[in-house]
């Protein structure tokens, strides 16, 4: 199912097509990224927690243990949608950037995607995550991208603009 919102035009036609070369990780999965083996220009390694979506030959395993299944490292680390999805407390996100650290070359990228929304917030999206340092994503001209959405264009979200869970999803870009 294709998901026509701002945030995935992003995602698969600005932060995606950036990283062409290198070797990257892509942590979590959906019904929506079926088709994104074809989005990457570059070796991808995909990953989620849960099988159920992953492409064949893909690790399953725990972002938080990222640099003991990859031993080589990477490049980039995207990693979209998993606070809030399983990723659920202040502690298992920080473990998150601890182990993405340990996994990234000198200089890797992080991409953070998140909803920024009040119920599904996990931490402060000002929070300092530890060694990583803020990195200005050259497309986006910014290291924190907020998704805004039109109420009118997306109707179908709009039972209850505060239950949008897609409303503020925001990327945070960070580098080692
Ligand atoms: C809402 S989906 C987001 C999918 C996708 N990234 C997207 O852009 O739509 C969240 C996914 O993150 C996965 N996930 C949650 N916690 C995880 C963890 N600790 N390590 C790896 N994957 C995890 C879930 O299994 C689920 O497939």
Redesign the pocket.
């Known amino acids: 199912m294709a998901?026509n919102l701002p945030d995935?035009d992003v995602?698969e036609t600005v932060i995606i097509p950036f990283f062409s070369q290198g070797t990257i990780c892509?942590?979590?999965?959906?019904?929506?990224?079926k088709n994104?083996p074809s989005l990457f220009k570059t070796q991808v390694y995909f990953?989620?927690?849960?099988q159920?979506?992953l492409p064949a030959g893909s690790t399953v395993?725990?972002?938080?243990?990222?640099h003991d299944l990859f031993p080589e490292p990477f490049d980039a680390v995207?990693?979209?949608?998993?606070a809030?999805?399983?990723?659920n407390t202040a502690e298992?996100v920080q473990d998150?950037f601890d182990s993405v650290y340990k996994a990234l070359k000198p200089h890797g990228i992080f991409v953070w995607?998140y909803s920024d929304s009040n119920e599904r917030r996990i931490i402060d999206p000002v929070f300092i995550k530890k060694e990583f340092r803020p990195y200005v994503f050259p497309p986006l001209n910014t290291w924190r991208y907020p998704g805004f959405r039109s109420w009118n264009s997306h109707k179908e979200y709009s039972w209850d603009i505060n239950k949008i869970a897609y409303q503020c999803h925001t990327f945070e870009f960070y580098q080692k």
């Open positions: 998901l995935r995602l892509f942590a979590g999965l959906d019904k929506n990224t994104y990953l989620d927690i849960d159920r979506y395993g725990d972002i938080r243990d990222l995207i990693a979209n949608g998993l809030a999805f399983g990723l298992s998150t995607g």
